[in-house]
C-alpha cells in the first residue's frame, strides 16, 4: 500500500475458519523466520507467531500497527516494523520465508521486490486470482523473467466472501520457490534480451534456422504457445550455448 492511498486496498480475513484452512495449505515449522507483508489487524499475525520461531510483521499504516501491537501483548518471537513494504530493506544472508496477503495496486512491484530484493527460500501469497495467472502465462514476459529466478504455483482459490469489505474478484494462495542455483548477472542480462525478443516472436534474432530447430527438439516443444518453465530455460540454454 501506499501512503497516499493505505485504504484502496484494505480487505481482511478475519474469520478463523477461512485463516486456518489457508494456513494448512502453508508449509511452516517452529524453525522459521517469517517476513509478513501486510500485518493489517494482525489476524494472520498470531497465527504465524504461533507457528514460527520469528515473525517480523511489517505495516504502513500506524493505526494497524497498534490493533497487531495488542493481539500480540502475551508473546515475544515478533516485531512490528511500520514501514512501507517497497522502501523496506530485507536482510541479504539470513534464512528466511514470506507470506503476505498483498494490495492489487502494487502486486507486481512486491513480486519483483520479493524476487530481486530478498533472499526468501518460499514466499506464500493471497493475491488477486487473474494476477496469478498472469504469473504462469508463459507468453508473456513477466512471467518469463520472474521464472528464472522462482517456481511459482497456484495452492488454491480463494473466493472473495472470504473478506471484509468483500472485493470485487476472487483470490488465490500462490507459493513462490527460490531456485536452488541463482543466475548470475551477466545471464540475467543475456535472458532479459531473449525473452522480450522471444515474446516478440521475434526468432531470427536468437536463432538461425538450424538452430532454432535443434533447440525446440532439445526444450521437447511441440507448441510454441504452450511452453512449461523448464522447455522456455532449456531454450535459453541452447542460445547460450549457440552464442558463446
Known sequence: MNKVNIKDSQNFITSKYHIEKIMKLIDLNENDNI???GAGKGHFTIELVNRCNYVTAIEIDPKLCGVTQDKLLNYANYQIVNDDILKFNFPKHKSYKIFGSIPYNISTSIIRKIVYESTATVSYLIVEYGFAKRLLNTNRSPALLLMAEVDISILAKIPRHYFHPKPKVDNSLIVLKRRPIKMSYQDRKKYKYFVMKWVNEEYKKLFTKNQFHKALKHAK???????SNE???ALFKSYKLFNR
Open 35 to 37: 517476513f509478513e507483508i
Open 221 to 227: 516443444i511441440n507448441d510454441l504457445k504452450n511452453i
Open 231 to 233: 522447455q522456455f530455460l
